[in-house]
């Protein structure tokens, strides 16, 4: 931990130096873009402002006044009593004075203008300094000739007198014919002496800055490399006391393990036998309970056959009474068999069959539950309808139990004075198929449709056919095709179970699902 302290303490002064370093230069760098923009600026400000001031002159001056002042000059002697010259003397003058120019400004005019005939040569005329009225000028730039008729700005040219900006502007006659120009010029190093003052006072506090930084930074890196020995110190302390502390984790880690194979081997081979025993005791009580159906169903089969017997055979010499408690015997004795085959499939483990999935027809399944409640409906006279119902894969006992509970409870449930109708309608929904069940019935109330998919619930018609099994077998069968049924009711008008299957591929005949015809019974 200390060797790589020091390789780390190291590197931070490296990384601190070459910071610094970098620092230096991007602010030399930044100086010397400054210094350049700083005179570029400053060079087309002052260019704007002599062109200003020559606009402004050439506004002033009569152009009439100066062709005739240089046309009539005879000597510069000539030129102390002329009041022209002095007036636009005087005006060059207090220009000069109220800008703070530091070179005269002057005008100029083409060479031979006084015979008709201009030349390129330029002269000089009226001036805010000295006398130089026809004086021919030899330092002129090539922009002067160019531009005479329009004027313009001069930035930076060099003659025998230094460096300058100039702007002039033409002194135009009323037919818009320039007769001279107004010439103001600076001197280009006045302005420069500026910015450079600017820029060493900008470097002075740059520098002042920089060494402010450096000497945090220094400060800082020793505060940081201070603190952080400190901290390497502890955390070596703290290393060596988590490494004993681990070390004696790991073996009571390492027993810990052992103890917890040990008790996992243990409880793996009591689940084993316990998953025997709890395989044995199913398969036990499969056979209890197809044992105990039977035996159950022998007796009940005999006292409801000698029941029927002893109707026939005594016939007419049967007294009311009598009649009546053997048809109770007899119905009594057909409901406990139902109870026990509803039990009976009620307590079989799910999945607990050798049959295969196949395509299921619904509407054979209603054909055969017809044919299994024919006593029922002929009885009841129910009437029974659907429309075209599709195929589904699964398996048949299933839908006819289905379908047989569902039926068999709008007729149990019918009432008394009318015709029960039965109609079992169906309707896809996407990938779903929604089968519902409605009837004319006496309905449920309210308070019985919270609890009507309980087992051994019966709706509150305790007097009614049904042992209550027979809507909870129900539910398990539309939760093993991963479906669910509703219900929805209204006393005394009828009541609806909707059953919603996932829909599954079915064998096609024409192009269209195979299914029944709608027809009533």
């Given at each position: ?7 780390f ?48 002159l ?10 005739e ?70 330092s ?16 930076e ?17 009323e ?8 010439q ?13 003052a ?19 930074f220094?400060?800082?890196n020793?505060?940081?490399l201070?603190?952080?020995?400190q ?41 084993k036998?316990?998953?025997l ?11 209890f ?45 057909r ?178 699902l195979?299914?029944a015809d709608?027809?009533?019974?």
């Open positions: 931990m200390a060797r790589s302290f020091d390789r303490s190291r590197y931070s002064r490296g990384l601190l130096v070459l910071s610094l370093v970098t620092l230096s230069l991007v602010m030399a760098v930044m100086l010397s873009h400054f210094y350049q923009q700083s005179i570029h600026k400053l060079e087309k400000s002052e260019l704007k402002r002599l062109s200003a001031v020559a606009k402004t050439s506004l002033q001056i009569s152009a009439d006044e100066h062709w002042l240089s046309c009539s000059a005879q000597s510069v002697d000539s030129l102390k009593d002329s009041p022209t010259y002095e007036s636009m003397h005087e005006l060059l003058k207090f220009v000069q004075e109220v800008n703070e120019l530091s070179t005269p400004i002057y005008t100029l005019y083409r060479e031979g203008i006084c015979e008709g005939n201009p030349s390129d040569g330029l002269i000089f005329g009226v001036s805010s300094g000295d006398q130089l009225l026809g004086q021919k000028w030899e002129a730039t090539n922009i002067h000739y160019q531009q005479f008729e329009t004027g313009t700005q001069v930035p040219y060099y003659d025998e007198h230094g460096h300058w900006l100039s702007a002039f502007e033409p002194i135009l006659n037919d818009g014919e320039p007769i001279a120009v107004v103001v010029d600076e001197m280009f190093c006045s302005f420069v002496q500026e910015t450079r600017e820029l060493v006072k900008g470097s002075l506090l740059s520098l002042f800055i920089l060494f402010v930084v450096c000497a945090v220094l400060l800082l020793r505060l940081i201070r603190a952080m020995n901290i390497n110190t502890e955390l070596d302390d703290q290393v060596a006391e988590r490494t004993e502390a681990l070390d004696e984790s790991n073996q009571a880690l390492a027993k810990l393990n052992r103890d917890l194979e040990n008790r996992v081997r243990e409880r793996t081979s009591e689940l036998e316990l998953n025993q709890l395989s044995k005791s199913n398969k036990q009580l499969q056979s309970a197809h044992v105990v159906s039977h035996d159950l169903k022998a007796p009940l089969k005999t006292i409801n056959a000698f029941g029927q017997l002893l109707t026939e055979s005594l016939g007419k010499d049967l007294k009311t009474n009598d009649a009546q408690f053997l048809s109770y015997i007899n119905e009594s004795s409901q406990m068999s139902v109870l026990i085959s509803d039990i009976l499939q009620h307590s079989l483990p799910t999945g607990e069959t050798d049959k295969r999935e196949e395509i299921v027809r619904l509407a054979e399944v209603v054909e055969q539950v017809k044919q299994s409640l024919s006593y029922a409906i002929t009885q009841s006279g129910a009437v029974i309808s659907h429309n075209q119902l599709p195929c589904m894969s699964g398996y048949k006992s299933d839908f006819i139990q289905l379908f047989q509970n569902l039926i068999s409870n709008s007729i149990n449930y019918r009432k008394a004075t009318v015709t029960p109708v039965i109609n079992i309608s169906y309707e896809a929904l996407g990938d779903r198929h929604q089968i519902s069940f409605s009837d004319n019935g006496v309905g449920i109330s309210e308070s019985a449709l919270a609890s009507i998919f309980d087992l051994f619930d019966r709706a509150g018609r305790e007097d009614s056919e049904g042992h209550g099994i027979g809507l909870t077998t129900c539910c398990q069968i539309m939760e093993r095709y991963n479906g669910s049924i509703a219900v929805s009711s209204e006393q005394h008008v009828g009541t609806t179970f909707t059953c919603t299957f996932v829909a599954t591929p079915c064998p096609m005949i024409g192009g269209a195979v299914a709608k027809h009533a019974v």
